[in-house]
């Protein structure tokens, strides 16, 4: 009766919210307050960072730090003056994200693969679009509508998360592929993220052209088992040949900005 109840007031709660709007004008349910959704980003962070070895390569540091500065600047308020906080795991995992809250993971074996400082802004700035668009608190709230609401409530209400809780809330967060937990971001956030990255990083100065190259560049890397991004970024060749349409409309973009330079050690 009482988790009959609880659905009664989540469905009454889902009719009730106004849908919002993405960055891009796609229409989308986000039941959840920034807050609450910042908190979930900053404690799976904390626990990536407790499970996973961290660089300490200074110049490694510098580089991504470097390009994800130059990322930020070039965000919309109120993301720009937002703090922001990155770490560079050890690691060959061919892997990136960023979290809401301002956190922005990246895997040592992804800037051996991005050949360059375009490409691997792509990446970075391709994750940061997910933050920016919403597209946790999208996951989390038609995951709640559709009755996963009991278990995501309650970590949102500040219970102590068990391991399958905190493995689902990370799951539904972007970061299902690095722990094994749920399945990745939809096609449709993927799309919409690849065009809020490129937006940004030719804003940043880097070459927007870079994103079509980065993804033929994880491609040679696939062999038998292809990188961890490429599992949970699907890249068929219409979307390369995206990302080319969408550069040229960048271009503009990027030359009239001031050249990043920050470079690959």
């Known amino acids: 009766m009482r988790t009959l109840k609880f659905g009664l007031i989540a469905t009454a709660l889902v009719g009730l919210v106004a849908c919002t709007q993405s960055p891009t004008g796609r229409s989308q349910l986000q039941l959840f307050s920034s807050d609450e ?24 540091n510098r580089y991504v730090q470097c390009i994800s500065d130059d990322l930020i600047a070039a965000l919309p308020s109120p993301w720009a003056q937002q703090q922001w906080e990155v770490t560079v795991f050890d690691s060959e995992a061919v892997n990136a994200f960023a979290l809401p809250g301002g956190k922005i993971g990246v895997y040592t074996g992804l800037i051996e693969v991005a050949e ?3 490409q691997l802004a792509a990446v970075i700035g391709h994750e940061i679009g997910h933050v920016i668009a919403g597209h946790s608190n999208e996951r989390m709230s038609n995951q ?27 799951g539904v967060l972007g970061l ?5 937990y749920i399945l990745p971001y939809s096609r449709i956030h993927e799309s919409e993220s690849d065009e809020l990255g490129l937006r940004y990083m030719a804003a940043a100065g880097y ?5 079509a190259e980065l993804w033929r560049n994880m491609a040679k890397q696939g062999g038998p088992k292809p990188p961890e991004f490429l599992s949970t970024h699907p890249s068929p060749q219409t979307r390369v040949d995206k990302l080319e349409e969408l550069a040229v409309d960048a ?15």
């Not at 990536?48 to 490694?60: H, R």
């Not at 299902?176 to 094994?180: D, F, I, M, N, P």
């Not at 271009?251 to 050690?265: D, E, F």
Request: glycine share 10%.
């Open 37 to 60: 959704i910042a908190q979930l980003g900053a404690q799976s962070y904390n626990t990536l960072k407790e499970k996973e070895k961290i660089s300490t390569d200074p110049a490694i």
């Open 116 to 118: 360059n400082a375009s």
């Open 144 to 170: 709640f509508a559709a009755g996963l609401g009991l278990q995501l409530g309650g970590a949102l209400i500040g219970q102590e998360m068990e391991s399958e809780q905190a493995a689902m809330v990370m």
């Open 176 to 180: 299902g592929v690095q722990l094994g």
């Open 207 to 211: 070459d927007p052209r870079e994103a």
């Open 251 to 265: 271009m503009s973009t990027y030359r009239q900005a001031p050249k990043a330079s920050c470079r690959k050690p």
